[in-house]
């Protein structure tokens, strides 16, 4: 199992990777975007799955609950550990002014969503003065939001663990 989810990791890794640049590329500020967020999730969600049956089949067409979680578990951290490197040197190396121009758009979008809310413009500027967008860019940050994503690699892991899994028949009747 380990072998087939670390390659199906990588796999991950690398197209969350190419995805990553190709909307450099286009513009950088669709990053930030919540539905690029949501397609990316369901894009993961369906290849885990996709490579899990494949490991599935692999058994002979039966796999616990516990192995299809403990697969796409180590799928998902392993992706991504590959995407957080590459996001640490995207934003230190590559394009160092990056982490202002989202921390500047992260800004504005706040204000435009708490407006939109109806907040008055005190609890506007309390929350900018709050906010640090810009710490979530540094290498440090980058590593916290990790940690703080293996929670969320944990619950994809029961809803792909779920898709995958398939019992092996009881013919006792």
Do not use: C
């Not at 710490?135 to 939001?145: C, R």
Request: avoid cysteine; charge should be negative; glycine fraction near 8%.
């Amino acid at each position: 199992m380990k072998d087939h989810a670390l390659k199906s990791g990588v796999i991950l890794g690398v197209v969350g990777i190419l995805i990553s640049l190709i909307v450099y590329i286009i513009d950088p500020l669709l990053m930030i975007k919540w539905w690029f967020s949501l397609s990316s999730l369901v894009l993961f969600i369906a290849l885990v799955s996709y490579f899990g049956i494949q490991y599935r089949e692999m058994l002979g067409g039966f796999v616990s609950f516990k192995i299809a979680y403990i697969y796409s578990i180590l799928t998902f951290v392993l992706a991504g550990l590959i995407g957080t490197a590459f996001s640490i040197l995207l934003f230190q190396v590559i394009d160092p002014d990056l982490p202002q121009l989202m921390s500047e758009a992260i800004i504005e979008q706040t204000v435009e969503m708490m407006e939109g809310f109806g907040a008055n413009q005190e609890i506007i500027d309390e929350a900018i003065e709050d906010a640090d967008p810009a710490a979530s860019f540094t290498v440090m940050g980058q590593i916290k939001s990790f940690g703080m994503v293996l929670i969320f690699y944990a619950v994809m892991s029961l809803i792909t663990g779920a898709i995958i899994k398939r019992k092996v028949p009881d013919f006792t009747e």
